[in-house]
């Protein structure tokens, strides 16, 4: 056992019955452009701090969680039942880590997200900084202008 570093930055799912607190700074942050965790998460990326287990906690709830076991991503995720927040997404080849949604967690982690994965997953609809206008009509409703190099003429 080791001892707890000096700061920890505490995180938790919608309904507030699961909260968890990592050591900080997290070993690091990355975005997941994969299809599993896109799906799992219900989001164009999901974006992920990743630290040893060692440095992670249980602090309430760890009862309330549920999970599921992808066999064939050797993956299991982790989230709360009352609620259905994601909360923990870890991978039978690296059983001493542990991966939380960045979004979980209010204040920082000491990791800036600066890396992408699984790039070549990524959604052809995911939202990359193309120019916004605005869209007449409707305050505060902002819309992509038409890609004049799109090769693909379908739309979605
Ligand atoms: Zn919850």
Known sequence: MTGKSAVQSQGACVCGAVRFEIDVPAVWAWHDHGEASRRAQGCAYATYVGTWKSRFRWLQGEDELSRYEDEANR??????RRCGTPVAYEKARSPRFINIPRSLFPERTGREPRYHMNLAERADW???????????????????????????????
């Open 126 to 156: 995911t939202y990359w900084g193309e120019p916004l206008g605005p869209l007449k009509g409707y305050p505060g409703v902002m819309r992509e202008r038409p890609r004049k190099t799109r090769l693909d003429p379908v739309r979605d």
């Open 75 to 80: 993956t299991t995720r982790s989230f709360c």
